[in-house]
């Protein structure tokens, strides 16, 4: 006796969709549904009403007739909603892709992890020692010779321009007290 009572002060349309979902087996859903259908349905309904005068106003026409109305909604088709391509044209394709072998997993038992330097916990602080200059030049002896035996240009200019060298190392855990 509800169902009659509420379908009583339903307006025409949310009738219409209430017995549109009815005649396709849907049986439970929410209230909101009626409402979103409806406004999705009076959307598309002005976006064709409107198409439809803007073909009559192009034809000089007065008024929309009938043939305005099935060329908007034939456009609205055409743009709207697309085929998927043939079964053949995805065969082929999926053929073309799977000729790529996939890449060899190195990784050992569990989770494979990105390397560290990937990640977070990877540690990103540096610590600036700065090197001690001698106020006179040293002689070239072998010692230094056997350290870098011929440096490039780069490692010269390097070595020239940065003073400064970088360390880093991870901190240890803090336990709670």
């Given at each position: 006796?509800?169902?009659?009572?509420e379908?009583s002060?339903?307006?025409?349309?949310?009738k219409i969709?209430?017995s549109l979902?009815?005649s396709?087996?849907?049986e439970?859903?929410?209230?909101?549904?009626i409402?979103?259908?409806?406004?999705?349905?009076?959307?598309?309904?002005?976006?064709?009403?409107t198409?439809?005068?803007?073909?009559?106003?192009?034809?000089?026409?007065?008024?929309?007739d009938c043939?305005?109305v099935?060329l908007?909604i034939?456009?609205k088709?055409?743009?709207?909603?697309?085929?998927?391509p043939?079964r053949?044209?995805?065969?082929e394709?999926?053929?073309?892709?799977?000729?790529?072998?996939?890449?060899?997993?190195?990784?050992?038992?569990?989770?494979?992890?990105?390397?560290d330097?990937d990640?977070l916990?990877?540690?990103?602080y540096?610590?600036?020692?700065?090197?001690?200059?001698?106020?006179e030049?040293?002689?070239?002896?072998?010692?230094?010779?056997?350290?870098?035996?011929?440096?490039t240009?780069e490692?010269?200019?390097e070595?020239?321009?940065?003073?400064?060298q970088?360390?880093?190392?991870?901190?240890?855990?803090?336990?709670?007290?």
């Amino acid at each position: 006796m509800g169902d009659k009572d509420e379908e009583s002060g339903m307006p025409r349309d949310a009738k219409i969709v209430k017995s549109l979902l009815k005649s396709m087996g849907v049986e439970g859903y929410e209230p909101r549904v009626i409402h979103k259908f409806l406004e999705l349905w009076y959307r598309y309904v002005v976006d064709v009403l409107t198409d439809a005068q803007v073909y009559s106003e192009h034809a000089g026409k007065s008024a929309i007739d009938c043939d305005d109305v099935k060329l908007a909604i034939q456009s609205k088709v055409n743009f709207s909603f697309s085929q998927p391509p043939p079964r053949e044209v995805l065969l082929e394709l999926a053929q073309n892709r799977n000729k790529i072998p996939l890449p060899k997993t190195i990784s050992g038992p569990g989770i494979p992890l990105p390397p560290d330097q990937d990640t977070l916990i990877n540690p990103n602080y540096q610590f600036g020692i700065r090197n001690k200059r001698p106020v006179e030049p040293l002689e070239e002896t072998e010692d230094e010779e056997t350290t870098i035996p011929n440096p490039t240009q780069e490692e010269r200019v390097e070595m020239q321009q940065n003073p400064h060298q970088r360390v880093s190392f991870p901190l240890p855990k803090r336990q709670k007290d």
